[in-house]
């Protein structure tokens, strides 16, 4: 089993910065690809970033390149979500989720385990 556990949200104002933190424990060692996704009131569970744990590749949505960056600290086992120029439509929960195998997936149904979320609020 793999426990995640996110911190780092808050409240900011529009145009402020964020970085979220996910800690990974337990059989890390056989996760290939972590990922974040959000999910704001009535909406679906949509996919913000991931990172390959090995070789670090990234992806990332549309709604989010050039504005989040997404990390990750192997000696830590800590993937880091660094949001720059929050806007109030990133309003959401961010959850950070992991899979065991090597393809990247963008949907949440392919990811393994799953992190209890934490609340982005960002003000207008």
């Known amino acids: 089993q793999v426990q995640l556990v996110e911190s780092g949200g808050g409240l900011v104002q529009a145009g402020g910065s964020l970085r979220l933190s996910c800690v990974a424990s337990?059989?890390?060692?056989?996760?290939?690809?972590v990922g974040w996704f959000r999910q704001a009131p009535g909406k679906e569970r949509e996919f913000v970033a991931a990172?390959?744990?090995?070789?670090?590749?990234?992806y990332y949505a549309d709604s989010v390149k050039g504005r989040f960056t997404i990390s990750r600290d192997n000696a830590k086992n800590t993937v880091y979500l660094q949001m720059n120029s929050l806007k109030p439509e990133d309003t959401a929960g961010f959850y950070c989720?992991?899979?065991?195998?090597?393809?990247?997936?963008?949907?949440?149904?392919?990811?393994?385990?799953w992190g209890q979320g934490t609340q982005v609020t960002v003000s207008s």
């Open positions: 989720a992991a899979r065991e195998g090597i393809t990247v997936y963008s949907s949440p149904t392919r990811y393994d385990y």
């Open positions: 337990g059989r890390t060692f056989s996760l290939n690809t």
């Open positions: 990172i390959t744990w090995s070789g670090g590749s990234t």
